[in-house]
């Protein structure tokens, strides 16, 4: 379920034509943040500009659910060497792996008849991963934050518990015999008796 105010919520219910747009968030892991828009315009948003004239973002079609689940989202970045994030081009930082493990977050603003800004619904957010790069264009897969959800835990191992404490990066026991370690498997099985 998206949270959208009340004069959001009574225009979509109500307007047959929407005027809306793209919002691009990228936040890089070494913490550098840009805001990228698709309007025609440069957009301000809670505080926020958002560039018309950077990058050229296309994004796939998007499918909202409403329950949690892993998917992926795939964008074309389009950008010339004028284009940077930080002091290199948008390619060439990519290719030194400025994007690994930065994080895409799209929003979709609408707006009234006079181009004034009703509202904007967050969409998708996930981590990027570059597919390809060369050229004009880069495309980028933006996986979601619960992509790890849908992976399982190796059945049949056995995982120790034991009673030490970490002191300097190293693990030291209490004892040299330590009693209250048990082994167990992770997933159990109904064969397995505890």
């Known amino acids: 379920m998206k949270l959208v105010t009340n004069a959001l919520s009574d225009y979509l219910n109500t307007k047959k034509e929407l005027l809306s747009n793209d919002l691009y968030t990228l936040i890089l892991y070494t913490g550098g943040s840009y805001y990228y828009t698709d309007a025609d315009h440069d957009i ?8 018309h004239n950077a990058l050229m973002l296309k994004r796939q079609q998007t499918k909202l659910n409403n329950v949690i689940s892993v998917d992926s989202m795939t964008i074309s970045v389009y950008a010339t060497t004028e284009d940077k994030l930080g002091d290199k081009s948008v390619f060439l930082a990519a290719h ?10 799209l929003s979709r603003c609408f707006f009234n008849d006079s181009g004034e800004i009703i509202g904007v619904i967050d969409l998708f957010s996930g981590t990027t991963e570059v597919k390809s790069c ?23 191992r056995f995982y120790p518990q034991g009673t030490y404490s970490t002191s300097g990066g190293k693990v030291s026991s209490q ?15 109904k064969e397995v008796l505890l």
């Open 44 to 51: 301000t948003w809670n505080g926020r500009t958002y560039l």
């Open 96 to 105: 030194d792996g400025a994007l690994d493990r930065a994080t895409l977050a």
């Open 134 to 156: 060369g050229g004009l264009v880069m495309q980028l897969t933006v996986k979601s934050k619960v992509q790890g959800l849908s992976q399982e835990f190796p059945r049949r």
């Open 175 to 189: 004892t040299d015999e330590d009693s209250a370690s048990v082994i167990a498997p992770f997933v159990p099985l």
